[in-house]
């Protein structure tokens, strides 16, 4: 009965040990949430904006670009997934994972050859594992991107929309992150980056109530255009990691909020049991102690007899 009661307690140490670590984790992964959502606020307004100035060269002329115009047959699409570096963030990177793979599948449904970008190392380490082929991955900073880091991996993935599909260029380019809703709230989403969809966006200023201004281009509307799409995918890359960071700290957080109360939970159960075997312990002693004192004094009995 020693022996199980010593288990129990060393358990338990375990385990509250263990809790420590959880709420240091969560209260880490709180107060970072709010950084990450002050960044998203901060950019948001900027994608925006340089949404409405591709908008509005779009539609002031005739000029066809790869930002705007859409391939006649498109042949080829790139993805870039976007992950955690870390785990103990519960489902969010499966979650990504599961939608790029959908994203991936119904592409290659429209006949399309599908090039996979990966951001984190939870995603190149589903797709090495499965031994897939990464076109190519960048890892290291999707806890607190930088637009510098944004740059790095619009680099490859504009060079690829610029260049001819028989040269292995894409016609179309999505990206497939998680987006922040709220803290407890985060949504994978996939979502088509190149060509931009000009009615979609023309859709959403007409909701704003908003009238386009009438510009004129100089030099000329397409080299404009030229000067827009390293800005335009460099900032939805780079709202979409903010977006992709605030998501996972907040995953992270419940995450840890749950292991915590699990191991309050645990620890509950584990010194009701150590309770139960110290009390039957303690019962066995008084046993052995009064059936001791009865067989002495039976003994003493009978040798006074």
């Known amino acids: 009965m020693g022996a199980q009661l010593r288990v129990y307690k060393r358990r338990i140490r375990s385990v509250t040990a263990t809790k420590k670590i959880t709420k240091a984790m969560e209260m880490i992964a709180a107060s970072r949430i709010v950084k990450a959502q002050r960044q998203v606020a901060a950019s948001t ?8 100035a591709v908008t509005a060269v779009a539609t002031g002329s005739n000029t066809k670009h790869p930002l705007t115009t859409e391939a006649e047959a498109p042949a080829r699409a790139a993805v870039l997934l976007i992950t955690s570096d870390r785990g103990l963030a519960g489902g969010y990177s499966s979650n990504a994972i599961k939608a790029a793979e959908k994203l991936t599948e119904r592409l290659r449904g429209e006949g399309k050859e599908v090039d ?4 984190g190392r939870k995603g190149v380490a589903y797709y090495g594992f499965r031994e897939r082929k990464v076109a190519d991955s960048w890892t290291g900073f999707t806890d607190s991107p930088t637009y510098a880091d944004a740059k790095r991996v619009a680099g490859p993935l504009i060079e690829a929309v610029t260049a001819e599909t ?3 260029g894409v016609d179309e380019l999505h990206i497939v992150f998680t987006e922040f809703v709220s803290m407890m709230t985060q949504n994978p989403v996939d979502n088509r980056m190149l060509p931009l969809s000009l009615d979609k966006v023309q859709e959403e200023e007409s909701k704003k109530d908003e009238i386009l201004p009438l510009f004129d281009f100089e030099p000329s509307a397409e080299d404009v255009l ?6 335009y995918v460099e900032s939805r890359i780079y ?3 903010l977006q992709a960071a605030a998501s996972e700290h907040a995953a992270r957080r419940r995450a840890m909020k749950a292991a915590t109360d699990n191991a309050g939970e645990l620890i509950k159960s584990l010194s009701r049991l150590a309770n139960a075997a110290r009390q039957a312990e303690i019962t066995q002693e ?20």
């Open 239 to 241: 709202n979409a990691l």
């Open 226 to 231: 030229d000067a827009l799409l390293p800005r």
């Open 286 to 305: 008084i046993s052995e102690i009064v059936g001791g004192a009865s067989a002495l004094a039976d003994a003493n009995a009978g040798s006074d007899k």
């Open 45 to 52: 307004p900027y994608a925006s904006e340089l949404n409405r």
């Open 116 to 119: 996979t970008y990966i951001v």
């Open 166 to 168: 028989a040269a292995g």
